[in-house]
Structure formats: C-alpha cells, structure tokens
C-alpha cells in the first residue's frame, strides 16, 4: 500500500498569512504515460464533508478559490494557501489515486493564530 | 448540480448488518463510478472501495474483503453499502462520493453528507 504522511499536524495561521502543508507518498505518484501525479487536496470543515480543492496535484477544482495551490512531483507534495482567510479552519486531507487501495494522508488541522 | 443523498443514521448491535444508500442525481449515473470513504469520529478518512454501476464491477479494500458488499440499483440510481458481522471499531460517518469516469483511481467530488452507524453491545 501507499503510505501517505502529512506534515504538521496542525498549524495555526494569522488571517491573510500563508500556510504550507506538506505530503510525502512512500512511492512516486508520477505516472510517465501520462506526465501526472496521482495526487488529489481536500478540505474538511468542521462537521462537513470533505470536498475536493485540487486534482493531478496541482489543477484547481471548478469553484475553488485561487489563493488555493497544489505544487510537487514524484513523492513530495505541497498545498499552499496563499492568504488564510475565516472560512479555511478545517482539516486538509492528501490522497493518492495512482494504486489501489486508495490512500489518505492522516490530516492536518488549520487553525487562526 | 450533482448530489449524493445518503440514508440517516443508524444504531446496530455487534455482529448485526447494515446497508447504507446513497442516491445520486444531477448526471449520468452510468458514466461514473461511486466510491465509500469511512471516518471514525476525530480521526482520519480510509477508504473502503469502490464500484463502477454500469458494470457492476467493485474494487474492495482487502480489510473489508468478504464482509462489505457494494451494490448499484441503476434504476433508481442509488447505490448501497452493506456491512456485516458489525463490530464496535466499525463505529464511523460512511460517506459515498463521486469518481470521475468509470474509474475507481481518481479523486471523490463531490460527496454524500455522510451516515453515522454507531455499533455497540
């Protein structure tokens, strides 16, 4: 299986400051038939759902706002939120698709400084 | 738009069964696959597996082979989660969501609103 590891666990941001979460796969997501990661973000607010930001690491889902970005190849991976606003405490997931059985990265928590 | 609408919460005994639903609209129910996520409550997202209706194909994580069972009704474009011999670990939100394609290697968007089953004794 692919073990995907998150780092922080949590980080507290001050509003409009940047934060950076990290996500490293035990093997490289980079498939060359393809030139793509098999990497998608997601972001779990509080008692919601999680739902999906970025997609192939770094394409920006229809609706997300640009302040979002995923960035990274092979095993490391980043997302960055280029300016931290209220609506962005949540916990953020990474999750590889490129083998069975799909696999999460275990999380980190963003909170407001 | 797309929406997946999952069946309400539900409290079973060890060693009983369950079978969540999750109703799709807003596209094409044969042209995508739906997959099941599960939470336990204040941890992380694992993924159960998956299935592809106008096949009928599954793909299953091997810690749930022989005890979940995926099924799709395409005429009512809902698809159903089943578990059995039900144990207090299997306490979690189960949420179904969308894969792109007929493939079960990509991401979920969007999501159902989750179903708590709470097991216990």
């Known amino acids: 299986d692919v073990v995907m590891t998150q780092s922080p666990d949590s980080l507290a941001v001050s509003l409009g400051e940047r934060a950076t979460i990290n996500c490293r796969s035990s093997?490289?997501?980079?498939?060359?038939?393809?030139?793509?990661?098999?990497l998608a973000w997601y972001r779990q607010k509080p008692g919601q759902s999680p739902e999906l930001l970025i997609s192939w690491a770094s394409t920006r889902q229809s609706g997300v706002p640009d302040r979002f970005s995923g960035s990274g190849s092979g095993t490391e991976f980043t997302l960055t939120i280029s300016s931290l606003q209220a609506e962005d405490v949540a916990v953020y997931y990474c999750?590889?698709?490129?083998?069975?059985?799909?696999?999460f990265g275990g999380g980190t928590k963003v909170e407001i400084k | 738009q797309v929406q997946l609408v999952q069946s309400g919460a539900e409290v079973k005994r060890t060693g009983s069964s369950v079978k969540v639903s999750c109703t799709a609209s807003g596209y094409i129910f044969t042209n995508y696959g739906i997959t099941w996520v599960r939470q336990v409550p204040g941890q992380g997202l694992e993924w159960m597996g998956g299935?592809?209706?106008?096949?009928?194909?599954?793909n299953y994580a091997q810690q749930f082979q022989g005890r979940i069972m995926m099924t799709a009704d395409k005429a009512t474009t809902t698809v159903y989660l089943e578990v059995n011999s039900l144990r207090s670990e299997d306490t979690a939100v189960y949420y179904c969501g969308v894969s792109p394609g007929n493939q079960l290697l990509r991401w979920l968007e969007p999501w159902g609103q989750g179903t708590l089953i709470s097991v216990s004794s």
């Open positions: 093997q490289s997501l980079f498939y060359g038939s393809t030139n793509k990661n098999y």
């Open positions: 299935i592809i209706p106008v096949f009928g194909a599954t």
């Open positions: 999750q590889q698709y490129y083998s069975f059985p799909l696999t």
